[in-house]
């Protein structure tokens, strides 16, 4: 029996794959209200691509993605939170306002090179600016987990991954090494 990698299984839900040049520059921001039938088509292929991905595999931390890594050269992005029942978060032209001077480091993982996972210090809080599909511009603070998975995301439309976030000298772990250390996000309050 051949063994599918996380990689591939993530290529075959439609997900970009690591060293494809559009996970490496800026996506392009949305002019709205201007561009809003764009925006909300690409809201829409997010939503379809995170349930898509969701039948396969599940993800206790949360989830996110970014339209990058959809193939869409566009600066929107969709993050699940881990709470139950909690509202999926849109991200149309994100930007941090600010961060927190408390940070700390855990491991990632990416959908577009699944297959391993890297330590990533991260700020604690922080604030994003984010417009709405009417051109309004409001910012919310997120913490802890969230932050980090908004910032992960923000990132991917920076046109940067985890690894450029990752203390010089370390590098990456297989997900079968990470799977073994058994350690879920935690934060101390």
């Known amino acids: 029996m051949i063994e599918v990698r996380p990689s591939q299984q993530m290529q075959s839900l439609g997900v970009v794959q690591q060293g494809t ?4 520059r800026p996506a392009e921001p949305f002019d709205l209200p201007a561009e809003r039938a764009a925006a909300q088509a690409v809201i829409d292929e997010l939503f379809t691509a995170v349930d898509r991905i969701g039948r396969v595999h599940s993800f206790a931390k949360g989830m996110g993605l970014a339209a990058p890594q959809i193939g869409i050269p566009r600066a929107a992005a969709l993050v699940l939170p881990p709470t ?3 509202e999926p978060i849109i991200l149309l032209n994100p930007q941090i306002t600010a961060v927190s001077n408390e940070t700390d480091e855990q491991y990632e993982g990416c959908l577009s090179f699944f297959d ?8 604690r809080r922080l604030d994003v600016a984010a417009t709405a599909l009417d051109g309004t511009i409001t910012t919310v603070t997120y913490e802890f987990g969230l932050a980090r998975l908004i ?3 923000i990132d991917h439309l920076d046109g940067m991954l985890y690894t450029d976030r990752m203390t010089a000298g370390v590098a990456p772990i297989p997900v079968e090494q990470y799977r073994q250390t058994g350690r879920a996000w935690a934060y101390e309050r």
């Open 21 to 24: 040049p559009i996970l490496n």
């Open 116 to 123: 391993v996972r890297g330590m990533v210090p991260r700020p």
């Open 151 to 153: 910032a992960h995301e």
């Open 84 to 86: 139950t029942g909690a």
